[in-house]
């Protein structure tokens, strides 16, 4: 049966992970005064979309479909962070086409029968005043993998395209340049198949809308199919989606603007970029490159730019440690304010407690932060947070009574 509240709430409830109003007192003796508000608990607005918190799930693959299908699964999984108090949520990648796929168990939104999984999955968390993105992708030459958690994964097999077990196909990129010797080699995709991908990406998002979607991110990192064709180490094509700069990022230029063209000005667009390919010795894509595409995409009506790096070349080194990637989004956050620009920025990676993502918000380098194997270790994370910062929030109504009280 479907779950909508139908109690009247009580006087200044607003929702789980928001701020509890200061004339809301059950009793409790700490008070939240504006001027002492954590930016980490402050609303924001992007174009008609208003957050409570900076708090975003970011989008983590769950290799639990179908053909493509949402299912039990992800409506638990996906609620659960809208209980928690998650402003937004963003849907893992999910494939625009079935040979899109990283993996067989990838989410999809190639067709029509697939919307209602995923709008039941929007309804109920918007009960919660929790806001719901995804994000439409396309793996290129990493698809047809083994979904993570299974043996043989972590060594970076495909899975034949004549496979007995159906689980493999064939995968296209921008070059017939494999990620590594382990993986499958792909086939160079003709014109005709690149309009096909456009177009592709344009009806997921029509789809999209009628689930209810309130943010559409567009998957342009991590080594998957746009982020081959950005980079000069993945693209040697020599037509016009090759060769200079302005060619390697016209596939997704020409994405924004198809799924723009579906998609209302009024709903935010986001593009997650790998600012930085770790590949120094290969004069692989790097900050510079990010910096000037995002100037080009703030004026093509993009609202969001998600920084991650590295994905896209096997020969990648990467230092991981606490807020190794701030530093990029810091950078295009920078450059975005020099010149007056509107676009908005989100940090991602190692972040793991409330002060560093205050920190990261107070430096001005980002205006959004994105959590992900923290959320998958406590998916109310906000409530965490809030204790952290020895604040008082909202809690999902029934869950009100096991709210933390602070005595001094």
């Not at 999809?108 to 697939?114: A, F, P, R, V, Y």
């Not at 499958?184 to 991908?197: A, G, Q, W």
């Not at 209810?212 to 064709?229: K, R, V």
Request: aromatic share 10%.
């Amino acid at each position: 049966m479907e779950f909508k509240y139908r109690l009247n709430k009580p006087i200044n409830y607003t929702s789980a992970g928001s701020i509890v109003n200061q004339e809301y007192n059950d009793g409790a003796n700490e008070i939240n005064h504006d001027n002492d508000k954590p930016i980490l608990f402050s609303q924001i607005k992007i174009k008609n979309l208003k957050l409570k918190n900076r708090i975003v799930v970011s989008p983590m693959c769950q290799y639990s479909s179908f053909n493509g299908y949402f299912n039990d699964w992800h409506f638990s999984h996906y609620t659960n962070f809208a209980k928690g108090g998650a402003s937004l949520v963003i849907i893992e990648a999910t494939s625009v086409v079935p040979e899109g796929r990283i993996t067989y168990g990838d989410a999809g939104i190639w067709k029509d029968s697939q919307i209602d999984g995923l709008k039941r999955i929007v309804d109920f968390s918007h009960e919660f005043d929790t806001k719901i993105g995804i994000q439409l992708g396309h793996a290129g030459r990493k698809g047809s993998s083994i979904p993570l958690f299974l043996e043989g994964a972590r060594n970076s097999n495909s899975i034949p395209s004549n496979d007995p077990s159906g689980n493999g196909w064939n995968v296209y990129a921008p070059s017939s340049i494999q990620w590594s010797d382990k993986m499958s080699i792909p086939i160079e995709m003709s014109i005709n198949d690149i309009e096909n991908v456009i177009e592709s990406f344009k009806n997921a998002s029509i789809r999209c809308n009628k689930a209810g979607i309130d943010l559409i991110e567009i998957h342009g990192a991590h080594g998957y199919l746009i982020n081959q064709f950005l980079s000069s180490t993945s693209n040697k094509r020599t037509d016009s989606y090759g060769g200079s700069f302005n060619g390697r990022i016209k596939l997704l230029i020409e994405i924004v603007k198809a799924v723009r063209s579906v998609w209302s000005s009024e709903k935010p667009l986001a593009v997650r970029i790998s600012a930085d390919e770790w590949v120094d010795d290969e004069n692989g894509w790097d900050l510079i490159d990010s910096i000037k595409l995002t100037e080009i995409l703030e004026s093509l009506d993009v609202d969001l730019i998600d920084v991650s790096t590295g994905g896209n070349n096997s020969k990648q080194k990467i230092t991981s440690k606490p807020l190794y990637q701030v530093p990029f989004s810091h950078e295009i956050k920078q450059s975005i304010l020099k010149r007056s620009g509107k676009l908005l920025v989100s940090s991602v990676g190692l972040i793991t407690t409330a002060n560093e993502a205050e920190s990261i918000l107070q430096s001005n380098s980002s205006d959004l932060i994105m959590f992900g194997r923290a959320f998958l270790r406590n998916p109310f994370l906000p409530i965490e947070f809030a204790h952290q910062l020895k604040l008082r929030i909202d809690y999902t109504l029934q869950y009100q009574p096991s709210r933390i009280r602070y005595t001094n």
